[in-house]
């Protein structure tokens, strides 16, 4: 059991990941959301998490964090799914690699 919490772990290597991640002094907590962060990556933290450059769709003026969603949120705009199957003519809004045994021509593999 965690002496600083309270949190009980079944491992004592689980109990010393703990500690070290979320009591060390090498520990920070963020100033914007109050996650406990180590410090090394509390830059990083701020800037994949609370950084003020959004990326805005120019049709409905949702935002995103990042490029790739913004990207992935346009194909409802356009209405190309982003996947199309290698053996057939079919597109899917949803990953394929995931789904080979929906195409039948993809499970003759």
């Known amino acids: 059991m965690c002496s600083e919490c309270g949190r009980r772990f079944m491992h004592k290597s689980s109990l010393n990941s703990h500690q070290k991640c979320f ?13 406990v962060v180590r410090a090394a990556r509390m830059s990083e933290h701020l800037r994949s998490m609370h950084r003020t450059v959004l990326h805005r769709c120019a049709c409905c003026y949702l935002e995103f964090r990042q490029q790739y969603w913004l990207d992935w949120h346009m194909m409802c705009h356009v209405g190309a ?13 949803v990953s394929a690699m995931d789904r080979m045994t929906d195409c039948p021509q993809a499970a003759g593999i």
């Open 23 to 35: 009591h060390s002094e090498e520990t920070s907590a963020c100033p914007e959301c109050g996650r």
């Open 81 to 93: 799914p982003p996947y199309v199957c290698d053996f057939c003519i079919h597109s899917k809004a």
